[in-house]
């Protein structure tokens, strides 16, 4: 099964999350952000199962999703968790796992394909969007806190693959790419 832990800078083992029961075991955690209050929120590819944990890694609470295809996961500075659904959609929840709202862009720009995202430390939403498909380059769309469209990117020379994801630093987006071409 899948394994969850957190290890200090130095690389030094700190936590590990042990289930208590079989129904908490993990399985294919796909994404993880830390909250505002340093819990963490994890989400489930092929179950659609959000995951809350507490500082020391208990199991606070779980909830499937409307999507069991979750690439990606996000807190934004109030606390709400964003869950991308491999799709045009993202699910926004309470920090108590009520669903509050369903994001799917702008008109101008819409979300294609929501797959990895965070949030800058403004409040933006920095979504790396893979609408174009494996081995194309991805698009990164910013929105602002209230949902407009603060700009968006094209990432040339950078193919979108499975294992793409995103960062925000000093004012800066950072995308990876591992080399593959998704082919």
């Known amino acids: ?16 999350y042990e ?8 399985n294919n955690i796909f994404s993880v952000a830390y909250g505002p209050d340093d819990t963490l929120w994890a989400c489930e590819r092929g179950s659609g199962r959000v995951l809350h944990f507490s500082p020391k890694l208990d199991l606070l609470s779980s ?9 990606g996961i996000a807190v934004d500075p109030q606390g709400q968790v964003w869950v991308a ?3 045009p959609k993202i699910y926004v929840y309470s920090p ?11 008109p101008k720009a819409p979300i294609v394909t929501a797959y990895r995202m965070t949030f800058d430390p403004q409040g933006n ?3 790396l969007d893979s609408g174009r498909g494996q081995g194309k380059d991805p698009d990164v769309k910013i929105y602002s806190p209230e949902g407009a469209k603060v700009a968006s ?19 800066l987006v950072v995308l990876n790419d591992n080399g593959s071409t998704g082919t």
């Open 1 to 16: 099964g899948t394994v969850l832990q957190v290890f200090s800078a130095a690389g030094k083992l700190v936590k590990r």
């Open 19 to 26: 289930p208590k029961k079989k129904e908490d075991a993990l």
């Open 63 to 71: 909830f499937k999703a409307p999507s069991t295809d979750l690439p």
């Open 85 to 87: 659904s491999y799709g």
């Open 96 to 106: 108590k796992g009520e669903l509050v709202k369903e994001f799917m862009g702008t």
């Open 125 to 127: 939403l920095v979504l």
């Open 153 to 171: 990117f094209m990432a040339k020379g950078l193919p979108f693959n499975e294992f793409s994801c995103i960062g925000v630093d000093q004012g």
